[in-house]
């Protein structure tokens, strides 16, 4: 169930880069939630992105909220350690992991990630199927190859939970495979055909939707 590598389906990273961090980059706060991160390589590997697109003044203003229902409870030290093996590492480009990683001393084959990209990122144990939301005023969420586990019916009402999250015109983006549901279509707007990346629209879109969404979302869903 967590399975998981650095820069996983690069398409969607690109259209990231692409449509939603020159749209958010500005921002005096940028908030992104990774929700169903597992042991930490997506949440590092979209900081990498953020990173290599801002300078080091915005980029201070990056929070990357990464979660996970973690029945090992073994992500949340990962993800403060940031250190991964070789195997976890090898498909990051050469040069950004020579520019982001440095070789831990007395642990062969492990790689420390920098940090700056660590202070980026916190962590907490949360359940989507609480349908709570961590926080609100997302101008990102991502939730990869985790809805592909739930009913349709626990899919819908997650993603609606995730559309009270975001800010108005703030991006949902899944994997490749994971359409919008047709009970979550009217909420959004397809940002490209190249990847599965959708934008709430801003409050003017939004009033002129025909369903709103059935779960408030009210409150913190996590478990510490
Ligand atoms: C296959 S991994 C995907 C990791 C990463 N998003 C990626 O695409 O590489 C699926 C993750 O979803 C998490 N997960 C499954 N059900 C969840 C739920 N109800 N709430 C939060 N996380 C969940 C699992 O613990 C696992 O870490």
Redesign the pocket.
Known sequence: ?????FF??MDTLRAIERHVIPQLKGRRYISVW?????MG??PYSLAIIFRENMGPFLFRNLKIYA?????SRR?GDTIAQGMYPYESVKRIPADLLARYFSPVENRPEHFRIDAELMRAISYQR????SLKFIRSGFGLI?????LL??KPEQRVDVIDMFHSALASGGFLAF?QTQDLPAENASLFERVTADAQLFQRPDAQGWANRSRKPRVPGLGAGCTK
């Open positions: 169930m967590a399975f998981t590598y996983r389906d990774d929700a169903g991160c597992a390589p997506e979660s996970d229902i973690d029945g992500f949360h359940d989507l199927l991502v939730c990869k190859n985790v586990h739930l994997e």
